[in-house]
């Protein structure tokens, strides 16, 4: 198996919602990410960028739209969890 491997996909959804999937993996592990989820005009990203050092969970955070708050370490079946899919 490969010491570094990437994921990036995008999944056209039945309700005509995008998801938008970047992992990066070392050693099989989970290391960097980002799920942009669009439906019309709304949009949803999780990632865990090391930026807004003010949100409790840094580096982990979600944006809503214009507003960044506060997230958990994500994965895929996280996303899918919490947009109900």
Do not use: C
């Not at 989820?37 to 999780?46: C, L, P, Q, T």
């Not at 050092?53 to 969890?81: A, C, Q, W």
């Amino acid at each position: 198996m490969p010491e570094n491997e990437k994921l990036n996909a995008t999944v056209n959804l039945e309700d005509s919602s995008i998801l938008h999937i970047k992992e990066r993996y070392r050693e099989g592990k989970l290391i960097k990410y980002s799920y942009h989820y669009m439906k019309s005009d709304k949009f949803i990203r999780w990632d865990d960028v090391p930026h807004y050092r003010n949100i409790k969970t840094y580096p982990y955070h979600k944006h809503e739209g214009n507003v960044v708050v506060e997230s958990k370490k994500m994965d895929i079946r996280l996303v899918f969890k919490e947009l109900n899919l």
